[in-house]
């Protein structure tokens, strides 16, 4: 379980292909911090830490994984937002972020304002119903709160700390995002679905 609140941005040392899966080895400056079987939040995607060597460590995504996130589209020199699994008895300063990836979703728009960013997104109209103006969405790992939205669309802001603190200062027109949408809203749709048959 994770907060959606980015704890330090990590540098993909390098990516390689084994059978369907891919390992990664990242670079952060909390490695000395990681343990081998940890659960680390990579740009939202929730991935097991198997080895550690120096100031870096491995992780493997496997073909869902591949399939679901943007993860597969790494490469060498990329830079990914980075969190570790919420402690019990932590402050929830973001939401309930689970680091499974429900969708993939694409940046439509970046706008400059004085003092802050707006980021307008587009997703799949199959989770329109997972989408409520003013309601928590997981961006590359990232809490926000999505505001003007529609069956496909949705926008954010962003404030100076957050975009020097993660991707975002990355992020184009065009990019592929992860979206993990609120596990609230999944648990009420799925018993609806449900109580329906």
């Known amino acids: 379980m994770f907060t959606g609140i980015i704890e330090c941005l990590g540098k993909v040392k390098s990516c390689t292909t084994s059978g369907t899966n891919m390992d990664l080895w990242v670079t952060t400056p909390i490695t000395n911090e990681l343990k081998i079987d940890q659960s680390v939040a990579h740009n939202g995607v929730c991935l097991t830490v198997v080895e550690i060597s ?3 460590y491995k992780v493997t995504a496997v073909a869902e994984t591949l399939a679901k996130t943007n993860i597969g ?5 990329d830079t990914v937002n980075i969190e570790r699994a ?7 300063d973001g939401h309930f972020v689970q680091g499974h990836v429900d969708s993939t979703g694409t940046c439509e728009d970046v706008k400059q304002l004085d003092g802050s960013w707006l980021y307008k997104f587009s997703f799949l109209e199959q989770h329109a119903a997972l989408m409520i103006e003013k309601g928590s969405i997981c961006i590359n790992g990232v809490s926000l709160t999505a505001f003007e939205v529609t069956n496909n669309t949705f926008t954010v802001t962003i404030i100076p700390y957050t975009y020097e603190h993660t991707t975002f200062q990355h992020l184009q027109k065009g990019d592929t ?7 609230l809203g999944k648990y009420l ?3 609806r679905e449900v109580g329906n048959h």
């Open 54 to 56: 120096g100031d870096a």
């Open 73 to 77: 589209n790494l490469e060498e020199g």
């Open 86 to 92: 919420l402690k019990v008895g932590d402050r929830l």
């Open 177 to 183: 995002v992860n979206l993990e949408f609120d596990v």
């Open 189 to 191: 749709l799925r018993s």
